[in-house]
C-alpha cells in the first residue's frame, strides 16, 4: 500500500470509529502494517494539523467536523464517483446530469497525475438506457422543498388517468430507468405514495413546513416498505 493511501485508511479507520480510542495495534491491524509505522503515520498526520488527539497506548481520535482534502482519494474510490457520475449525467434531471458532468471534469482536474489516465480512460461504463419521461415538475426546485420539508399541492393522474389534488411531504425521489418518482407522506391518504414526476399536471411550492424531520418519515417509509414487501 502507498503511505498516501495508507495516511488515507487511517483518516477513514477514525473517521467511521465510534468515540472509543482506537489504538495503533488495531489500526495495524487492519492495515496490515506495523504499529510502529502507524505511530509515524500518526505522527505526520497530526504534524499536517489533522485533527487527531492521543497517545501510544492509550489511543487515537479524529476530532468531529474534520474534512479530508479531495485529492486523497484511491483509485476504486475514483473509479466509483466517474461511474455514479456517467449514470447521473444520462438519467438524472438537467440539473443533476449538468452536476455530473461538471463533476467529471472538476475529478479529472484534482486527481494526482498518476491516477489522470483512470478518468480519461475509465474502464467501468454505463449501459445506454430507455428514453426518460418528460418531469412535470421543477426537479431542482423538488429538492429544495426536500430538504427545507416544505409542503407542495399538486394535481395528479394515476396510472388508469384518475385525476386527484393532493397535497404530500415529499422526502426522496427515486431515479429509475425510464421514470421518478416522488416519495412522499400524502395528506388526504394519510399514508405514504409514490407520484411519477410526468403525471403531475400542476404545481405549487407551499411556504408550510411539515413538522417531522425527513430522516425519521424516510426510516418509517422505507420499514413500511419492507414489511409490505416481506423484505
Not at 489500526?27 to 492521543?54: C, F, H, K, N, W
Not at 389534488?165 to 388526504?188: D, G, K, N, Q, S
Not at 411550492?205 to 409490505?228: G, N, S, V
Amino acid at each position: 500500500m502507498r503511505r498516501a493511501d495508507r495516511l488515507f485508511q487511517i483518516i477513514q479507520v477514525l473517521r467511521g470509529a465510534t468515540r472509543a480510542p482506537i489504538t495503533a495495534h488495531q489500526l495495524a491491524e487492519e492495515l496490515e502494517t506495523s504499529a510502529r509505522t502507524i505511530y509515524r503515520d500518526i505522527a505526520d498526520l497530526m504534524a499536517q494539523r489533522v485533527p487527531i488527539r492521543g497517545e501510544a497506548g492509550v489511543g487515537y481520535v479524529l476530532e468531529s467536523g474534520y474534512d479530508m482534502p479531495p485529492l486523497m482519494l484511491t483509485a476504486d474510490e475514483i473509479e466509483a464517483a466517474l461511474l455514479g457520475a456517467q449514470w447521473v449525467a444520462t438519467q438524472g434531471d438537467p440539473a443533476l446530469a449538468a452536476g455530473a458532468r461538471d463533476l467529471i471534469a472538476k475529478i479529472s482536474d484534482v486527481v494526482p497525475e498518476d491516477l489522470r489516465p483512470m478518468v480519461l480512460n475509465t474502464v467501468s461504463l454505463t449501459v445506454p438506457t430507455m428514453e426518460m419521461e418528460t418531469d412535470a415538475i421543477d426537479m431542482q426546485q423538488l429538492r429544495s422543498w426536500i430538504r427545507r420539508r416544505g409542503k407542495i399541492r399538486i394535481d395528479y393522474r394515476d396510472e388508469k388517468g384518475a385525476a386527484s389534488a393532493r397535497t404530500i411531504w415529499p422526502i426522496a425521489v427515486a431515479y429509475f430507468h425510464t421514470a421518478r418518482l416522488i416519495v412522499a407522506w400524502c395528506e388526504i391518504r394519510e399514508d405514504f405514495r409514490h407520484f411519477r414526476t410526468d403525471r403531475i399536471s400542476t404545481t405549487e411550492f407551499l411556504e408550510d413546513t411539515y413538522p417531522t424531520r425527513t430522516d425519521i418519515l424516510r426510516k418509517q417509509w422505507w420499514d413500511q416498505h419492507k414489511a409490505r414487501n416481506g423484505l
